[in-house]
C-alpha cells in the first residue's frame, strides 16, 4: 500500500514570507496528488491538486511541484496571510480492487502565520 | 459544485445506543463514498470505503458489525455506529467522488458518547 511522509509536522512564517511543506511518497504508480487545507472543526477543502503528466500547478499564492523520479511534492504558499492559518495535509491515491480511488493521507502540517 | 452534506453535525448519545449519520453529495452523483474518523490533532484514518449498491470494504482493524454501512443511492451513505461507546467519540467526516479520484468532505459529525 502507499506510504505517506509529510514534513514538517508544525511551522511558522511571518505575513508576507512563504511557505514550503513536503511530501513523499512510496507506490511509484501513483498518478494524483491533492493537497487539503482543514481549518479547526471544519472539514478538509482541497486547496490544490496535479496529476503526474506535468511537473508544476500554480492557483494564485498557492502551488505544487512534483518530481516522479524522487516521489515527492510539495505545496508552496507565497505572501501568507493570517487566514493561511490551518492544518494542511497532502496525500496519494492507492487503488482497492473494487477500482475505487481511496487517499492514503499524511499526518499534516499546522501553519501558523504570525501578523 | 462539488457539495456534500452531512447530518447531523454533532450528537451526544447514551452508552449502548445506535447512532446513524447521513453524507450526502447535493450537486453530483458519487460513485463512491469514504468514511473517517479523525482524532483531535491527528490526521484522516480511512474507515471504509462504499459504492453505490454494494457492500462497504472496511479497513483493517475497522469492525463492520459495529460500523454499519449503508450506499443505497448515488447521492446518499449512511453510517450507523451501533452500540457505542465513549472510546468512540470521534469526528467522523464523509467524503464523496464521482469519477476521478478527488474526493470532496462533508462537514463532519462530531460524536460524544456519555
Known amino acids: 500500500g502507499e506510504n505517506v511522509e509529510q514534513h514538517p509536522s508544525t511551522l511558522s512564517v511571518q505575513e508576507g514570507d512563504s511557505a514550503v511543506i513536503k511530501c513523499t511518497y512510496s507506490d511509484s504508480a501513483s498518478n494524483y496528488f491533492p493537497w487539503y487545507k482543514q481549518e479547526l472543526g471544519k472539514r478538509p477543502q482541497l486547496i490544490i491538486d496535479?496529476?503526474?503528466?506535468?511537473g508544476e500547478k500554480k492557483d494564485q499564492r498557492i502551488a505544487v511541484t512534483l518530481n516522479k523520479t524522487a516521489k515527492h511534492f510539495s505545496l508552496h504558499i507565497t505572501e501568507t496571510q493570517p487566514e493561511d492559518s490551518a492544518v494542511y495535509f497532502c496525500?496519494?491515491?492507492?487503488?482497492?480492487?473494487?477500482?475505487?480511488?481511496?487517499?492514503?493521507f499524511g499526518k499534516g502540517t499546522k501553519l501558523s502565520v504570525i501578523p | 459544485g462539488a457539495v456534500v452534506s452531512q447530518h447531523p453535525s454533532w450528537v451526544i448519545c447514551k452508552s449502548g445506543t445506535s447512532v446513524k449519520i447521513e453524507c450526502r453529495s447535493l450537486?453530483?452523483?458519487?460513485?463512491?463514498m469514504f468514511w473517517y474518523r479523525q482524532f483531535p490533532k491527528q490526521s484522516l484514518m480511512l474507515m471504509a470505503t462504499?459504492?453505490?449498491?454494494?457492500?462497504?470494504?472496511?479497513e483493517q482493524g475497522v469492525e463492520k458489525d459495529k460500523f454499519l454501512i449503508n450506499h443505497a443511492s448515488l447521492t446518499l451513505s449512511t453510517l450507523t455506529v451501533t452500540s457505542a461507546h465513549p472510546e468512540d467519540s470521534s469526528f467522523y467526516i464523509c467524503?464523496?467522488?464521482?469519477?476521478?479520484?478527488?474526493?470532496?468532505f462533508g462537514p463532519g459529525t462530531r460524536l460524544l458518547v456519555l
Open positions: 496525500a496519494a491515491p492507492r487503488t482497492s480492487g473494487a477500482g475505487s480511488y481511496q487517499l492514503t
Open positions: 462504499s459504492n453505490e449498491g454494494s457492500k462497504a470494504t472496511y
Open positions: 496535479i496529476r503526474s503528466n506535468v
Open positions: 450537486d453530483f452523483q458519487a460513485t463512491t
Open positions: 467524503s464523496a467522488s464521482a469519477i476521478q479520484e478527488t474526493q470532496y
